[in-house]
T-cell receptor, first 112, second 113 residues
């Protein structure tokens, strides 16, 4: 089963614009993570936000977490063509055997 | 630091044949995951090991899939017999104990014809 659901499923923007992706999940979590996957490759970890954090930054990435709404957003500022990839949120559920459960992903295309 | 190693990278087999995938996690990582990723979908957890013990295999089709983690290090995932719907990328990942990120291998792309 998939815990998280990303929105939108696909997003196409121009280089230099900001890209925002959203993730909703169902159960209580220890933390929420975002990963990137380039076509035909494995997943690469981008950022982890703990359940007691509300916002986190890493370079051009900004992640927010609203545990009352069970949702998170990933903002990529000043996007580049190299940011073209699929982005997945993954939840580390509370009280579980530390499963890392992925959503269905957002396909981001950044046009040069 | 060496990453997660997986082999083979690609495999094509006929339905009803068997296949095995191998994963060598990052040294010292206690947790090892096997995921199945069907084209256009997110990774689905098949099995999770903590050292050499199975923590969760609730989504592993146990009638045809099996996995083991030898001495808490390397792991193999086997499918026997394969079905057409097993065509997917099989991803191995590892993480240290605690609340941490997972490191993924490049995956094995399986095509069942």
């Amino acid at each position: 089963s998939q815990q998280g659901e990303e929105d939108p499923q696909a997003l196409s923007i121009q280089e230099g614009e900001n890209a925002t992706m959203n993730c909703s999940y169902k159960t209580s979590i220890n933390n929420l993570q975002w990963y990137r996957q380039n076509s035909g490759r494995g997943l690469v970890h981008l950022i982890l936000i703990r359940s007691n954090e509300r916002e986190k930054h890493s370079g051009r990435l900004r992640v927010t977490l609203d545990t009352s709404k069970k949702s998170s957003s990933l903002l990529i500022t000043a996007s580049r063509a190299a940011d073209t990839a699929s982005y997945f949120c993954a939840t580390d559920a509370s009280g579980s055997a530390r499963q890392l459960t992925f959503g269905s992903g957002t396909q981001l295309t950044v046009l040069p | 630091e060496a990453g997660v190693a997986q082999s083979p990278r690609y495999k094509i087999i006929e339905k009803r044949q068997s296949v095995a995938f191998w994963c060598n996690p990052i040294s010292g990582h206690a947790t090892l995951y096997w995921y199945q990723q069907i084209l256009g979908q997110g990774p689905k957890l098949l099995i999770q090991f903590q050292n050499n013990g199975v923590v969760d295999d609730s989504q592993l089709p146990k009638d045809r899939f099996s996995a083991e983690r030898l001495k808490g290090v390397d792991s193999t995932l086997k499918i026997q017999p394969a079905k057409l719907e097993d065509s997917a990328v099989y991803l191995c990942a590892s993480s240290p104990q605690g609340f941490a990120e997972a490191f993924f291998g490049q995956g094995t792309r399986l095509t069942v014809v």
